[in-house]
């Protein structure tokens, strides 16, 4: 053999074996599993009016004839479907809260066997329709927050990981006639801080140190 087919053949054999390096690092990426990306949702209100109960009633009692769409989804079931997925815990720091599904939603939850904890604005809690005293009879621990400014947080942590978050009140009005907004996320950077928040605000709404009765 020649040199110069020496050196083709060497050529030839070096630009094979760049390809197939490069065929395998393509054959490895694609075959690696896809990392899973944290979950980011946004959900606008008002929604539309539809029935919860497939959500909020056990399946085998599931019987509703109410004149409202069944089983469609809205901004509403899809925050109600965030709040029930929750397996461990459910931290709730809401301004003011009297939706009712909400509450049957917070109860169903507790019955579960959830570790729930609730805190929300001291003058909000004696408003008409207001779903503190419900949840404080089923034996929710409640707090109050007694700032001189109010607590105007919205959000809601589920099992630690997960953040509710946005512009809606837990009322009726908020979520049928608002225009509002609701960000969903499992981002851990965005999710630490309102943990931190929760927990700080809760420390200091301890009854103990304002000497009222505890939750």
């Not at 054999?13 to 390809?19: F, K, P, Q, T």
């Not at 029935?51 to 069944?70: G, K, V």
């Not at 946005?166 to 851990?188: R, Y």
């Amino acid at each position: 053999m020649s040199l110069l087919q020496t050196v083709k053949v060497l050529g030839l054999g070096a630009i094979a074996l760049g390809l197939s390096g490069e065929l395998l690092g393509w054959l490895q990426r694609r075959l690696r599993p896809a990392r899973a990306r944290p979950l980011n949702e946004v959900l606008f209100f008002p929604s539309e009016p539809a029935c919860m109960e497939h959500l909020l009633m056990p399946h085998a009692q599931y019987r509703c004839s109410c004149p409202l769409s069944h089983d469609v989804e809205t901004s509403f079931s899809r925050l109600l479907r965030h709040l029930l997925s929750a397996s461990n815990t459910l931290d709730l720091c809401v301004f003011s809260f009297s939706n009712m599904d909400l509450s049957r939603a917070v109860l169903t939850l507790h019955k579960r066997g959830l570790t729930i904890r609730v805190l929300t604005d001291q003058p909000f809690t004696k408003m008409t329709g207001s779903q503190i005293g419900v949840l404080r009879k089923a034996g929710i621990c409640v707090r109050v927050d007694y700032d001189a400014v109010h607590m105007h947080h919205k959000f809601a942590v589920v099992d630690g990981r997960r953040l509710i978050t946005g512009s809606l009140n837990w009322t009726l009005q908020a979520v049928q006639s608002n225009k509002e907004n609701i960000l969903v996320t499992e981002e851990p950077d965005l999710v630490r801080p309102f943990v931190q928040e929760f927990q700080k605000l809760w420390d200091s709404s301890d009854p103990a140190k304002h000497c009222v009765p505890p939750c």
